[in-house]
């Protein structure tokens, strides 16, 4: 390779990093100890100057601030674009409410919730045997490293659907939800990743998609006190649909990593209802609910056909409450189970609980759904900041005191026993349905797209 292209390539997984002068070898060491080649490359000087040398010859020379402070930058104006003004005045009220168990199992099949088993099921994920919870079994992976008590969880998140119409809205939410898919696990979220992938920033609306939602994720991630330590921003994502036409850009994407840390990993919790006889828990934070939590949902697109309104804005303060009361019920060994709620609202979260065990519950969701108007909207609504427990009935009144410490809302919402899967209303059952028609649905979709 010339000079030129060794300065200029974007080849992969190149890492650079600086020493306390003395101490190169201990960094050296570090990565040959991972079969990880690791060279010395040059010295940070007093002259202000950038100087690349090659077998000797100087291949280049730059003025330091030309790289940061001085770049080329566009000035952008952003624009709301007019479906995102429409949004905010869209209601669900002329909706048809679907309650029943074809709506659940419709939601259950689509490829956003589906089990994605026929991905995963093609790799090794417990590659040197240190995974306590894979796939489908946790909110987060879980990861038990040798040498230590403590584990780390992690969480990749991210709503498209959200960002696009309201891309702030979307950025917390990525944030928040990753924290408290860790959070579910037991592990306190400690730090962030994103990608970011859009159409042209030069269109006016994308660049408004762009900076809405990198403001939305600086918000969140400062108040959760999750640094962004690393990212990837992708632009140009379009397509064109036949010759000549307009170019179509993807759905603003910001998609979130989130990495957690357990004090003990053997305390580490799951997702999945393993016995009966357990008691249902809700327990909810603040967030701005809009629509019901109808707009921009999946339960609008995939049972009405209609994709439109605002989604509800998290709180990541009360989020940040939210995980930290997780944490420490989790490390207190009160929790049996933990779910969050999202795509598909509780309904759908409350199913995924039953289906890997064809274990099955029964739920009133009056009391929960009493500031509601709607009941597809506490079925399928997602309203970010809840999450579903599953717990031994005398551990209920301390978590009862651990959720009013951290000022939570806390629902006691059923039991889970037998394979019957049940959502009351009052004496009214909306959902009847046994947990192996809910496991056909969610098992068998992808697959059968794939085929």
Not at 11 to 27: D, W
Not at 241 to 262: F, N, R
């Amino acid at each position: 390779m010339t000079a030129t292209e060794l300065m200029l390539s974007e080849s992969q997984e190149r890492m650079l990093c600086t020493s306390k002068p003395g101490r190169e070898q201990e960094i050296l060491d570090v990565f040959h100890k991972w079969g990880l080649p690791a060279c010395v490359i040059g010295h940070v000087i007093e002259e202000q100057v950038v100087r690349i040398r090659r077998w000797g010859t100087v291949e280049a020379e730059l003025y330091p601030p030309h790289l940061a402070d001085e770049c080329p930058v566009y000035q952008m104006t952003p624009e709301v674009p007019a479906y995102a003004r429409a949004a905010a005045s869209w209601s669900p009220d002329r909706l048809q409410e679907k309650t029943d168990a074809e709506t659940l199992l419709k939601l259950l099949s689509h490829p956003n919730i589906a089990s994605k088993r026929p991905v995963f099921q093609q790799y090794d994920f417990e590659v040197q045997t240190q995974t306590v919870h894979g796939p489908l079994a946790a909110d987060a992976a879980v990861l038990a490293p040798r040498g230590t008590e403590r584990g780390i969880a992690i969480s990749i998140d991210g709503n498209a659907r959200w960002t696009y119409f309201d891309p702030y809205a979307g950025g917390v939410a990525a944030v928040c939800e990753a924290a408290r898919n860790v959070a579910c696990t037991g592990a306190r979220p400690a730090g962030v990743t994103d990608g970011l992938n859009f159409g042209n920033p030069q269109d006016p609306h994308v660049y408004w998609q762009f900076e809405q939602a990198v403001r939305g994720i600086a918000d969140a991630a400062h108040q959760m006190d999750t640094p962004v330590v690393s990212g990837n921003v992708s632009f140009y994502n379009e397509a064109i649909s036949e010759p000549g036409g307009a170019k179509t850009a993807v759905l603003p994407t910001a998609m979130i990593g989130m990495v957690g840390v357990l004090e003990h990993a053997e305390r580490s919790v799951g997702s999945t209802i393993q016995e009966e006889g357990l008691t249902i828990l809700v327990v909810r934070c603040d967030s701005t609910v809009r629509h019901h939590g109808l707009g921009a949902s999946l339960y609008l697109e995939t049972i009405h056909g209609i994709e439109d309104g605002l989604p509800c804005i998290p709180n990541p303060a009360s989020e940040k409450q939210l995980c930290e009361f997780l944490v420490q019920a989790a490390d207190a060994q009160l929790l049996h189970a933990a779910h969050d709620v999202s795509d598909g609202g509780l309904a759908v979260a409350l199913a995924e609980m039953c289906i890997p065990r064809r274990i099955g519950m029964q739920v009133s969701l009056e009391q929960f759904g009493a500031e509601w108007t709607r009941k597809d909207g506490v079925l399928y609504g997602e309203i970010p900041g809840c999450v579903i427990l599953a717990v031994k009935p005398d551990h209920v009144n301390e978590l009862r005191s651990f959720a009013k410490a951290e000022m939570l809302n806390i629902y006691e919402i059923g039991t889970s026993n037998g394979t019957a899967f049940v959502l009351n209303w009052g004496e009214k059952a909306l959902v009847t349905i046994e947990t192996a028609d809910l496991t056909g649905a969610y098992e068998g979709a992808l697959a059968s797209i794939l085929k």
